[in-house]
């Protein structure tokens, strides 16, 4: 950039993260390849302007990631408008491996009430294994060694923004996209 007169300081860069990342991620969300029906989800923790948030994550039985979210607030209306938002991107599941969190089980129980409702006899299992759970726990440790050295966002849709590109970026990694991301060649 800088042999072509731009300047550029990492101010720069966190404007075009932030305004490109959400864009970048909804388009990538089209492309990405199908997941398996049993998932395993969990929350971490990401600090925003010196509070908590908790960043919903939720993949496959073979790591592949199936969704994400970041929340201001760990309970029942998250954990349902999470598995509401990752069931419209990825269609329905058979079963979801939970840790022993009560708001995810409620949020999954208001799943099957709403797939009752809507006339479907087809509910989401729901297991609470112990060691079941351990491959998104791992899954976060990326998450975890990247936003730990920035110490915290100062804003929610800056800390939005920015780990929507990491959650990207980490799925490119994992090889989860088909080719129709790139532009076909006439």
Not at 49 to 76: C, P
């Amino acid at each position: 950039m800088a042999e072509r007169g731009v300047s550029v300081d990492h101010a720069t860069l966190n404007r075009w993260v932030v305004r490109y990342s959400k864009l970048i991620a909804k388009e990538a969300k089209k492309c990405k390849q199908p997941v398996a029906g049993s998932w395993r989800m969990d929350e971490t923790y990401i600090k925003v302007k010196n509070q908590w948030t908790y960043l919903y994550r939720a993949i496959d039985k073979y790591g592949n990631t199936v969704n994400f979210m970041l929340s201001k607030q760990r309970d029942e209306a998250a954990a349902t408008a999470f598995f509401k938002q990752t069931i419209d991107g990825n269609g329905l599941l058979n079963k979801v491996v939970l840790d022993k969190s009560g708001a995810n089980h409620a949020g999954l129980e208001n799943i099957n009430i709403l797939l009752f409702l809507a006339g479907l006899r087809c509910f989401v299992d729901i297991f609470k294994v112990k060691y079941l759970n351990n491959s998104v726990e791992q899954d976060h440790r990326f998450i975890k060694r990247i936003t730990k050295p920035m110490m915290g966002f100062k804003a929610f849709h800056f800390a939005n923004a920015t780990l929507d590109g990491i959650e990207i970026a980490h799925m490119i990694r994992k090889g989860q996209f088909t080719n129709n991301l790139l532009p076909e060649n006439p």
